[in-house]
C-alpha cells in the first residue's frame, strides 16, 4: 500500500494567469494498493463520493491509468481510497491535486512492487500538464511553494519554486455560486481571443512586480502586484459581487487579494489577524446575494509527498527543494 498526500493551490494570483501558483496547507491523502482481485474499488470520504467513487470519472483513478501504461505495469485490481478535504470546483486545484495525487500514487505503487524507481518528479508533472491542460495549478501541487511556469515548444514545461514568505497566511473565500456545465470551460469561455496592448503591458508589470516582491518578501507591494486585466474583469460577470469582495478584503486589511483559479472562490494574503478579512469578504458576498464560507491556510512549502510507500521514493520526495 502506498499513501500520498497533496496540496491545494491556488493559480494565477490575480495578473499571473496560467503561470503563477502557490501551494495551500490543505491536503487530500490518497491511498493505493494493489488487491490481487481483479476489480477497482474507489471509496472516497469528504467530498459526497457518488460519481467520484465510479472509476470512468475519477481523476485518481485516471491519472495512475496513465502510468500503468507507460511503465507498463498491469495491476491485479486497484483500491483507491481518497480523503478529501480540498473543496471540489471552487477554483482551489482540487483536479490538480486528483491528478498528481493518482501520478504520483500509482508511480510509488509501481516503484513498491517491482523495486524500479519508476519516473521521475520532471516526468510526472510534464504528464500532469498534459493532463490537465494549465501548468499552473498541478506544478505547484507537486512542487509546493510559490511556482513560475512557462511552456516552451521545444522543451515542454519548465517551472521554478521558491518558498512562500514564512509572514503570509490565506484566506480563502468560497461562494456558493454554481456554473452551469464544466467550470473551467465556462470560466475560460467568457476571455476574449485578444486583448489591449496597454492590459498586456499592465499585466506584465503586475506579474514581474509580484514574483519579484514575493522573492523579496516585499509583501508591502502586493496590493498593486495582484491587480489584473487580463481575465477578472471578464470573470466577474460570473462571480456576483466580485469586486466588491476584493475591495473589502483590502479595507479589512488584506495585502493583496484576487480570483482563486478559474474562480469562484476568491484569495486574500494577510500577514496579522485573518478573521476580519474573513468576515469582510463573507458579508461582501452575501450583499450580492451569494453565501459564501471561508477557510484560513497557511502556504504549503512542500508539494506532493509519499507518506507510505517504498524507501526510495519516499527518500527523494521528503528531500525539498526536490528540483527544477
Ligand atoms: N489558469 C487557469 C485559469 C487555472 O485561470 O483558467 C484553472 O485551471
Known amino acids: 500500500m502506498v499513501r500520498v498526500s497533496v496540496p491545494a493551490t491556488s493559480a494565477n494570483l490575480g495578473p499571473g494567469f496560467d503561470t503563477l501558483g502557490v501551494a495551500l496547507d490543505l491536503r487530500n491523502v490518497i491511498e493505493m494498493d494493489e488487491p490481487g482481485v481483479d476489480d477497482v474499488v474507489i471509496e472516497v470520504e469528504g467530498a459526497g463520493g457518488g460519481a467520484l467513487e465510479n472509476p470512468g470519472q475519477n481523476m485518481v483513478y485516471q491519472a495512475a491509468r496513465r502510468v500503468f501504461e507507460r511503465l507498463g505495469y498491469e495491476p491485479n485490481g486497484l483500491l483507491i481510497r481518497e480523503r478529501v478535504a480540498i473543496p471540489v470546483a471552487r477554483g482551489m486545484g482540487s483536479s490538480a491535486a486528483a491528478i498528481v495525487g493518482g501520478l504520483v500514487a500509482a508511480n510509488a505503487l509501481v516503484a513498491q512492487r517491482t523495486g524500479r524507481p519508476g519516473l521521475d518528479r520532471a516526468e510526472l508533472l510534464r504528464m500532469a500538464v498534459a493532463i490537465e491542460g494549465h501548468p499552473d495549478n498541478v506544478t505547484p501541487a507537486m512542487v509546493g511553494g510559490f511556482t513560475v511556469c512557462c511552456m516552451d515548444q521545444e522543451r515542454g514545461p519548465l517551472h521554478l519554486r521558491f518558498d512562500p514568505p514564512r509572514s503570509l497566511r490565506a484566506v480563502v473565500v468560497m461562494p456558493e455560486v454554481q456554473f452551469k456545465g464544466k467550470k473551467t470551460e465556462q470560466s475560460r469561455g467568457v476571455l476574449p481571443a485578444e486583448v489591449p496592448m496597454k492590459d498586456a503591458v499592465y499585466n506584465l508589470n503586475r506579474t514581474a512586480l509580484l514574483v519579484a516582491a514575493l522573492a523579496q518578501g516585499r509583501t508591502d507591494l502586493l496590493a498593486v502586484a495582484m491587480q489584473d486585466r487580463l481575465h477578472q474583469p471578464y470573470r466577474a460577470t460570473l462571480v456576483p459581487g466580485l469586486r466588491s469582495v476584493f475591495e473589502a478584503a483590502r479595507a479589512a ?23 476580519p478579512v474573513a468576515l469582510a469578504m463573507e458579508a461582501a458576498f452575501q450583499w450580492a446575494g451569494s453565501e459564501a464560507r471561508s477557510l484560513t491556510v497557511d502556504l504549503a512549502r512542500d508539494g506532493a509527498r509519499v507518506l507510505a510507500g517504498p524507501g526510495r521514493e519516499r527518500e527523494l520526495l521528503d528531500r525539498p527543494p526536490y528540483w527544477g
Open 253 to 275: 486589511g488584506a495585502l493583496g487579494v484576487a480570483l482563486s483559479g478559474a474562480g469562484p472562490s476568491v484569495i486574500a494574503f494577510v500577514a496579522e489577524s485573518a478573521e
